[in-house]
């Protein structure tokens, strides 16, 4: 019992020295953190590591570098949770440097800052715009008070979110540190709520690339002079005056600087190597060899004669010591009597024993540079590493020069190899740059199962990735020498700015392995603007230390994109000259160049360096098209496109030529090309006082509360606007968003059929006049992007004035977002990325064309603007925007139509993550924005619901027509029926007494139905509802294996179950011959409607799961139902998903009697396109594309793909008679 009592009494006293954290609601410990610097080894994640300790010593304390009044701290929860509790514990001691002399002064760090919590990424920054905005756009926000505690307790946030900030107010009264010993976030994860994706799914994942570090393993850098040029200042050790200049910062770029702060460098791990003992001081304090006491025999490792060769002590032993300049000495710098002597000062002590055991070298200082700039490496990169002088060895199963270590997976293990590697590396022999550049390039022509392209370099068993990217850094402080490489003058006919008319360069050492394919693989390497090479390559960056050339290399790199020549001097004639070649090389290679004067400056730029090279590494297929379009009434097509490097995007025009059966495309214009200034551009947006307002800053434009969400900063709208402001992220040549999930919806001359509304509808007489007036109309263009607009373009050919902007609108629910778009590091996000709806319609007394925009994920409302006049649009075209609790994210396309009271609205399915997260049909007065009704199906609510797209059925009755039925799927499978065949809004309601039409399940899982029915009537009566299941909105869908499956209902009025569904299946999936045209076909089961009400064919073949779904709209084509499916693709160099558009007899869902390609390219579409199942001729269903669904769309005797790289867009005979039905046409409502 005494030991149970010993045992209690120790644990509390445990207790009262160390708190533990529990961490089963504090949500905080699986987050990530992050700062805006990092200042004495104060890493972010300390504050999330459970250890609540309030005292600097005890290694547990964040800390900024306080370089800005505004510092902040950062936490990713990774998810949205309900938050009720934050916990901030504060440093508590005292020791802080503030001139105060009060007790526990550490506390004061935390005064005054602002603590803010958002459901959406903060636009991170350190200005005072930054803090505006990040305050305006939180769900929740306090400041703390002067006098901070230890512990910060805030009991009753009661807010749900996902990012918080911690950031400086700019008026601290101590210090510009921030400091914070441990953040707990207590709360539960949010129920109900989609984590959507921002970024596009079918992006394949980034494949990890190839980094070689090729270090500088010269004599020279045992040197402890910089630059080369100031060497001989002393032949002897005596006079003071010999060696005042060399040891001085000011002449001496790597000697002690006392305005410097010489930190110890940092481990593999993040950590750094111990302070060295100015009494004790380490020779080598890599090694922690030799030791010196800088207080009585510290000697300058400076004497450098030329005549010798080796490097002496220069003066005798003595004091720590080092010489200022004297500003003004006539004698200028090299003049050693223009010096002061100081002896270094009790203060100083530290810094100085740390120079000199960290820094005082060449060797030693690069060691600290690399070491503190590959620590922030990305984990995702493979690094290998040599030396200039490495001999030939066998590296993972081939002879190679140069490099000692081929690229492994940066794990801790390895990462901590590069340093023991790194912190050992000598310093003898000469600089044979060429010789090693050729010996990395080399290395990257392997292309075995261990080799550099090998899932498992090192290791045999691996798959070769043929899209991996290989990068070099040469590093060097002196000037090449050595064996000629024997490439000859590779960039000699490369053009400007790479050709010169000299050979075996170390420029044309790069050019090779830039320009050669380093392997057979396939070329589908990612490509860029700045580097075009598909093949595999070699990617060059050069690093010099105190050395420098004569061509400015911002202007070499620059004459890149403008084609202007370079006039590369011959490295043989001076070592200057050998610098301009470093610059050259990187140049011909698509590389990076700097060279650094001192050791402060090689570090910072070296890690800019990588900061490019992650900047360079991209997912592969840099430029997707994401659409193309045709429409009936122009004589063009439509395409939009992205770019995942820049994050921008384009609308082109192209217009086909038909020739004897051939077809070609030549481009129209592009609407990047023709984007009117900045200034002149007719922006709009919607004000919080609900008033259609510019997009600017004047006093008709943003009101206070949206500046605000800008930080009250009108630079970011300048940006919005299309200006480039410095310091803001660069886009490339495009200011127009990426286009994603917006397709594109051609304005022209459309006739609705609306004049067969009745003839008890008095504006269906005047509708034919209104068609009529559109004859000369301007026809338009109208697609969303995600630089925060929705654009109206000039759809009419170039010399009419196509692809000129005409209109955009800046929704209001994405002005809280915009500053984000600005972040230099920016790493997208979704703004108007739904599809946009337009119809005409009689508003306000007259017929009307209307646009309904949604957002999709980019976030929560639908706006309405009237483009009847092209030619005059402008502020009093915006209509209204809305926005509820009852609207989620705005996935759902909305749809207009008229009620049977004759007011006209807009239908749309409520989206995800609504307040509720139950499936609402909501029904929008067209004319106000104002909501009339909300159906609610109340399903949903603590399991994640939503209303997908509508499709709406017209009835008529008493000589008028309406809408009658709504049709809608839910994420939990649920097909339902609306009825609004009612005059008063109030007595809508959902059919089949409120339960679903349909429950689509698989294994007794729900199937969610994410698109929009497609409607056609029965011949038998009744309506077949037609629709696809799956789901595409959040990271985890590319891995959902579920069976999803296309339906088609007999809707007659009753609820439809499974068992009255006929199956189908997938009975044939293969190249067809001779041909590497992947084709399906389908089975052909009868189905009666005398006893069944449908069919089912389930998206899977042999048994083996691919996670193929529906998320696409389906089409009608006459008889068929078109339908294009994504597969999510695991093939890391291909785009992240593949396609198949099949065609299927919409009556029983399975296989025409005919085939729909002409697949042996006869130019006939017939039997001869048939494939052989089991021993029968069967006709085709469908054809595989290697990009995500789109349907293809017709023209004449040839279909439109918007796959870029086969044939120009143009593809051969589909057997087709008229263009798909976008939306249940006028002729079979009324047929």
């Given amino acids: 019992m005494n030991n149970l009592y010993k045992l209690i009494a120790l644990i509390y006293l445990l207790s009262l020295s160390f708190t533990a954290i529990s961490a089963s609601n504090n949500v905080a410990r699986s987050g990530n953190a ?85 459901e959406t990424p903060f636009a991170l920054g350190t200005s005072s715009s930054s803090l505006s905005t990040a305050r305006a756009t939180s769900n929740w926000q306090t ?85 080369d040029s100031i060497v001989d200042v002393c032949n002897s050790d005596s006079g003071i005056n ?11 770029k790597i000697y002690f600087n006392p305005n410097s702060t010489y930190l110890p460098p940092k481990r593999a791990d993040g950590t750094r190597l111990p302070n060295a003992n100015f009494f004790s001081a380490w020779v080598d304090g890599y090694q922690q060899t030799g030791n010196v006491n800088l207080s009585t025999s510290f000697r300058a490792t400076w004497r450098f004669p030329w005549t010798t060769g080796a490097q002496a002590y220069c003066g005798a032993e003595g004091p720590a010591d080092y010489y200022t300049f004297n500003q003004g000495c006539a004698g200028g710098l090299e003049d050693n009597n223009c010096y002061t002597r100081h002896i270094v000062s009790a203060e100083q002590q530290q810094n100085f024993a740390n120079w000199y055991s960290y820094y005082r070298t060449r060797t030693l200082a690069s060691r600290a540079g690399i070491g503190d700039a590959f620590n922030s490496l990305p984990n995702d990169f493979r690094l290998g590493w040599g030396r200039i002088n490495q001999d030939t060895i066998s590296v993972d199963g081939s002879s190679q020069r140069a490099v000692m270590q081929g690229v492994r997976p940066l794990t801790s293990t390895h990462k901590s190899n590069f340093y023991t590697w790194l912190h050992n590396s000598p310093d003898t022999g000469g600089t044979p740059l060429r010789r090693a550049l050729q010996g990395a390039g080399n290395y990257f022509t392997n292309v075995t199962d261990t080799g550099p392209y090998s899932t498992t370099p090192g290791q045999a068993g691996g798959d070769l990735i043929s899209c991996r990217q290989n990068f070099t850094i040469l590093m060097s402080d002196g000037y090449w020498n050595g064996d000629s490489p024997g490439v000859g003058n590779v960039d000699g006919n490369m053009g400007a700015p790479f050709a010169d008319t000299f050979s075996n360069t170390l420029a044309d050492v790069a050019a090779y392995y830039w320009k050669t394919d380093l392997t057979n693989l396939t070329n589908n390497v990612p490509t860029s603007d700045r580097n075009p090479q598909n093949q595999q390559h070699m990617v060059t960056y050069a690093v010099g230390l105190g050395v420098f050339g004569t061509i400015d290399p911002d202007e070499a790199f620059e004459a890149i994109s403008t084609g202007a020549t370079i006039n590369w001097p011959n490295p043989n004639d001076s070592d200057e000259f050998k610098i301009d070649d470093m610059l050259h090389a990187a140049v011909n290679s698509r590389g990076g160049f700097f060279s650094a004067a001192d050791p402060s400056t090689f570090a910072s730029e ?59 495309v030549q481009k129209e214009w592009s609407a990047s090309s023709n984007l009117p200034a900045p200034n002149l551009r007719k922006i709009y947006s919607f004000s919080d006082e609900n008033q259609a307002i510019e997009f600017s800053w004047g006093t008709n434009g943003l009101t206070s509360t949206q500046k605000a969400l800008l930080g009250n900063d009108e630079n970011i709208l300048k940006f919005i606007r299309g200006q480039q402001i410095q310091g803001m992220r660069s886009r490339g040549n495009s200011v127009i968003g990426d286009i994603i999930n917006s397709n594109p ?52 050919s170039q010399v009419n004035g196509g692809g000129v902007e005409l209109f955009s609108y800046v929704p209001r629910a994405v002005i809280r977002n915009l500053a984000l778009l600005t972040d230099e590091d920016y790493d997208h996000a979704y703004f108007v990325d739904g599809n946009t709806h337009v119809s005409d319609a009689f508003i306000n007394g007259s017929w009307r064309t209307i646009l309904i925009g949604s957002l999709r994920g980019g976030g929560r409302s639908i706006f309405a603007i009237d483009i009847t006049n092209p030619n005059s649009l402008g502020k009093d075209n915006v209509l209204w925007e809305f926005e509820s609790p009852e609207l989620g994210f705005s996935f759902s396309e909305p749809v207009i139509g008229r009620l049977k009271n004759g007011k006209w609205v807009v239908i749309t399915g409520n989206g995800y993550n609504s307040n509720s997260s139950k499936a609402k049909l909501l029904v929008i007065d067209l004319e106000t924005g104002t909501l009339l009704s909300t159906l609610n199906t109340n399903v949903g609510g603590s399991i994640a619901n939503g209303l997908s797209s509508p499709a709406i059925l017209y009835g008529s009755e008493d000589g008028q027509s309406f809408i009658n039925y709504v049709y809608a799927g839910d994420l939990l499978g649920n097909l339902w029926k609306f009825d609004l065949n009612h005059n008063n809004p109030n007595d809508f309601q959902i059919s089949n007494g409120a339960l679903p039409l349909f429950t689509a399940t698989n294994a007794g899982k729900p199937q969610p139905i994410t698109s929009r029915p497609s409607l056609k009537l029965h011949p038998q009566g009744g309506m077949m509802v037609m629709f696809g299941t799956g789901k595409y909105i959040e990271t985890p869908d590319n891995s959902d294996f579920n069976i999803q499956s296309i339906y088609g209902i007999r809707d007659t009025g009753s609820v439809v179950t499974a068992g009255d569904l006929v199956s189908q299946q997938i009975i044939f999936r293969g190249k067809f011959p001779n041909t590497q045209t992947q084709v399906t076909a389908l089975s052909a089961n009868s189905v009666n409607y005398n006893s ?40 890391p160099c291909s785009p992240g998903a593949t396609s198949w558009n099949m065609e299927l007899d919409f009556l029983t869902g399975g296989r025409l009697i005919y085939s729909i390609y002409d697949l042996d390219g006869d130019g006939k579409v017939n039997q001869d396109d048939f494939v052989d199942v089991n021993g029968v001729p069967t006709p085709v269903s469908g054809k595989q594309f290697n990009r995500p669904p789109s349907l293809t769309t017709p ?31 006028w002729r079979e409502v009324f047929e």
């Avoid at 210090?175 to 949010?190: H, K, Q, R």
């Avoid at 006049?769 to 925060?788: C, E, H, I, M, S």
């Avoid at 899977?1100 to 693709?1129: F, H, M, S």
Wanted: charged share 20%.
């Fill in 143 to 227: 400041q703390i008070g002067s006098n901070p505690s230890a512990t910060i307790s805030f009991n009753s946030v009661n807010t749900s979110g996902r990012y918080l900030l911690i950031q400086k107010s700019g008026n601290n009264n101590i210090t510009d540190y921030l400091s914070l010993a441990e953040v707990e976030v207590f709360g539960s994860e949010v129920v109900g709520k989609l984590e959507i994706a921002q970024k596009p799914l079918f992006l394949s994942n980034t494949v990890p690339p190839n980094l070689l570090f090729i270090i500088d393993d010269s004599g020279s850098m045992k040197w402890s002079h910089m630059p």
């Fill in 606 to 664: 070296l890690e800019n360096v990588l900061l490019d090279i992650v900047a360079q590494v991209a997912p592969s297929g840099t430029s997707v098209v994401s659409s193309s379009f045709f429409p009936s009434t122009s004589t063009l097509l439509f395409s939009t496109s992205f770019d995942i490097n820049s994050w921008t995007g384009d609308v082109s025009a192209y217009r086909p030529t038909f020739n004897n059966g051939a077809v070609s």
């Fill in 745 to 796: 919806v051609f304005v022209h001359r459309e006739d609705f059929g609306y004049h067969r509304l009745g003839s008890k509808v008095s504006e269906a007489k005047s509708y034919q006049n209104f068609v009529f007036q559109k004859r000369n109309r301007t026809p338009l263009l109208v697609v969303g992007a995600n630089a925060g607009m929705l654009h109206i373009f000039n759809a009419d």
């Fill in 1092 to 1131: 069944k009400k449908g069919w089912v064919l389930n998206l899977v073949y042999n048994n083996k799961l691919e996670g193929e779904r529906v998320i696409t709209n389906t089409q009608i084509l006459n008889d068929r139902l078109r339908v294009a499916t994504l597969i999510p693709n695991d093939d």
């Fill in 242 to 252: 010999q060696r005042a200049r060399g040891r001085s910062s000011d002449y001496n």
């Fill in 34 to 118: 992050t700062q805006s610097s990092t200042g004495f080894q104060g890493v972010a994640s300390r504050a999330i590591d459970g250890d609540t300790r309030k005292f600097y010593s005890s290694g547990t304390i964040t800390h900024t570098n306080g370089n800005t009044s505004r510092d902040w701290w950062h936490l990713d929860l990774g998810k949205v949770y309900d938050i009720s509790q934050i916990v901030i514990h504060n440093r508590d001691e005292s020791g802080c440097s503030n001139g105060l002399l009060v007790s526990n002064q550490c506390r004061l760090r935390l005064a005054n800052v602002y603590v803010m919590l958002s």
């Fill in 1195 to 1225: 023209l004449g005797d040839y279909y439109v793909s918007d796959v870029p790289d086969e044939d120009g867009f143009i593809k051969g005979n589909t057997g087709l008679d008229r263009p798909p039905e976008g939306r249940l046409s």
